[in-house]
């Protein structure tokens, strides 16, 4: 099964347009959880034991593995996700881009290291950069095109053939890149106004939405510009609002009641 038809399947099955982010920070993970031998693993395993029925993905960000030398903390977390939860799919937050060689290595570090079933990309190298992640056609590949930060607007907003470069990605990506059917685009929700001029030029085509919650995205604006057609193809992303809502021991009951309200928000404008 290919990564958007497993995710079409968990977003029905959980009623769902919500994809929870790991990434543990050490200094900010609870007392029960820095005494363990692997303390962000079992941080992790207790977040999606308790969000596993709300969520249609979930999406951990290498670096806060790779800093602390906890990759093997990283990939025991998607190998609990694939025992546990096997419908739900593992985005490894990771925006690789190089050429050649170099990418193939990336792509076989997301794919078969890790066996995450999507990797982010970043197309600044161009189509031939993302070739050896889009040649895995089962997984998904989800490029940047309008980042939620502030400055992403100093390169993506350059104007190319008299439209704006995230435009131009974003066209690309909904034609000669998607060969396989297997590409998403990453549009910050702190850009309502592009998100609905990507969600025009790229049809039904899924898009991941960070920056809701922690950086300020309006979920109404995100909802009434960027679902498709089927009143679907979002996957909204929350990090910080889900996993830091509780500090002490019941942190997981925390994340829980933060996932199920956020949920609810989401579904309410559906």
Known sequence: MNFIKKLELAQRKNNSLLCVGLDPAPERLPGVCRRKTQPLLAFNRDLIDATADLVCAYKPQIAYYAACG?????????????????????????KRGDIGSTAEMYALEAFIRYQADAVTVNPYLGGDSLQPFLAYREKGVVILCRTSNPGGIELQGLLVDGQPLYLKIAALAASDWNQNHNILLVVGATWPSELAQVRKLVGDMPLLVPGVGAQGGDLQAVMETGLDSRR????????????????????????RAAALDLREQINLYR
């Open 70 to 94: 906890a990759e093997a903390e990283l990939a025991a977390t998607i190998a609990y996700i694939k025992d546990c939860y096997p419908e739900i799919p593992v985005i490894l937050d990771a």
């Open 232 to 255: 679907a193809g979002l996957v909204i992303n929350s990090s910080r609002g889900i996993i830091y809502a509780g500090k002490e021991d019941d942190f997981a009951d925390k994340a």
